[in-house]
């Protein structure tokens, strides 16, 4: 008997293995793409970036109409606590509402004709007060003048003359440009005040209606809690830090009315506002006092006795007053504070380096309440 395999029989024994994979000769191996597939994080990363400058892109397109709209958002913030203390008296919230914004409009108005005299004054007295200050600031501008000299000589020798006649570039008066904006300063400020009453009289109306809309009821509760500690949180730091500025204005009034200086309330308010800018507004208001100073005062050293004073009472305040009251939790990071008034300040010019640190704080705020928005909280903090 004959016991050599047949070739058949070792043909069928390798067709029949199961560990083997069936190759057919002019088909190429073809692996099926996973299902449901997730973008990889270069895209993700890329996808937030674009829809990072669609933000800022939109922002920018519509500022003229955002103003109005975050002013009144951040005078709502600010002025609803007396809004909930008139619905704790039986008020209507219209009729409390009403009378908040009429006594806003009231200290508006109180303040505007209280201290238009004393900057019309100021304007007035402007070009003889720049000749003043030249010559009282002539023994420091000697070493700097001399400096331009030498430039200009270095300049005059370098320059390739040119045939063609210079061109004088004609300008506006300041005057036009402050006529020309007046109309759309007025339609802001009237949308602005409109926008606040509403906003105070339906603010948990609104409110009532976000948690509505959400599917289930977890997230309803969710909605309420956010809402609720974000709405707490950032009217608390808005009335904080506005009485703080304001004692500050107090102080710095009080303090330039005992040492003499002309016009003690024009800056005392002039403290409370800038002090709403970290840094740049103690800075801004230190060179403008030391300069109103030396114009109204001969002796350079007495005339920094004031801007001294205004320091000393700027960092009394930023050390230790409103780190005491607000505590750690609204501290922020200097670098973000700077690239935010920047930012908001070219994007509405005075009153968005006014709204700037609000704005960062409210946004801060509301990071802390979204999880996926911890990073973003985390990068801003100090």
């Known amino acids: 008997m004959d016991e050599t395999a047949s070739p058949h029989s070792a043909d069928s024994a390798e067709v029949s293995d ?23 994080p270069q895209v993700s990363t890329a ?42 008296i039986r008020m209507p919230r219209p009729l409390s509402s009403a009378l908040i914004v009429m006594g806003l409009l009231a200290a508006l108005g109180f303040g505007f004709s209280s201290l238009v005299e004393p900057a019309a004054g ?20 000697d070493p700097v003048k001399k400096m331009t000299q030498a430039s200009a000589e270095i300049e005059k020798i370098t320059q390739v003359e040119s045939e063609e006649p210079a061109v004088k570039v004609k300008k506006k008066p300041m005057l036009d440009d402050i006529l020309e904006a007046t109309p759309a300063f007025l339609a802001s400020f009237v949308t602005m005040i409109i926008l606040l009453f509403f906003m105070l009289s339906y603010e948990d109306q609104f409110l009532r209606n976000v948690v509505r809309v959400m599917p289930t ?29 304001v004692g500050l204005g107090v102080c710095v009034a009080a303090a330039m009315s005992l040492l003499g200086l002309p016009n003690p309330m024009l ?28 114009l109204s005062y001969p002796s350079i050293g007495w005339a920094m006795v004031f801007p001294a004073t205004y ?30 008034v920047l930012f908001w300040t070219w994007l509405w010019g005075i009153p968005g380096t006014l709204l700037a640190v609000p704005i960062l704080v409210t946004f801060q705020i509301f990071c802390t309440h979204i999880e996926k928005l911890h990073p973003f909280r985390d990068l801003m903090e100090k």
């Open 18 to 40: 199961p560990a083997e994979p069936l190759n057919f000769p002019g088909i190429e191996k073809t692996t099926a793409p996973a299902e449901n597939s997730l973008p990889g």
């Open 47 to 88: 996808l937030r970036g674009l829809f990072l400058l669609a933000v800022f892109y939109t922002i920018y397109l519509t500022r003229s109409l955002l103003l109005p709209v975050v002013l009144a958002t951040m005078l709502t913030y600010l002025l609803v606590p007396l809004a909930r203390l008139g619905s704790k």
């Open 122 to 141: 100021w304007l007035e007295k402007a070009p003889v007060s720049f000749e003043l200050l030249q010559q009282r600031i002539r023994p420091l501008k």
């Open 217 to 245: 009821l977890r997230d309803k509760h969710r909605a309420a809690n956010i809402a609720r500690d974000i709405n707490r949180q950032v009217s608390r730091y808005l009335f904080t830090i506005t009485a703080i500025n």
């Open 267 to 294: 800056w005392g308010v002039m403290a409370t506002v800038l002090n709403f800018v970290p840094y740049v507004g103690a800075l801004t208001g230190v060179v403008v006092m030391g300069l109103a100073a030396i």
């Open 311 to 340: 320091f000393a009472l700027t960092t009394i305040e930023g050390n230790f007053v409103t780190p005491m009251i607000l505590g750690r939790s609204f501290t922020m990071s200097p670098i973000f504070v700077i690239f935010g």
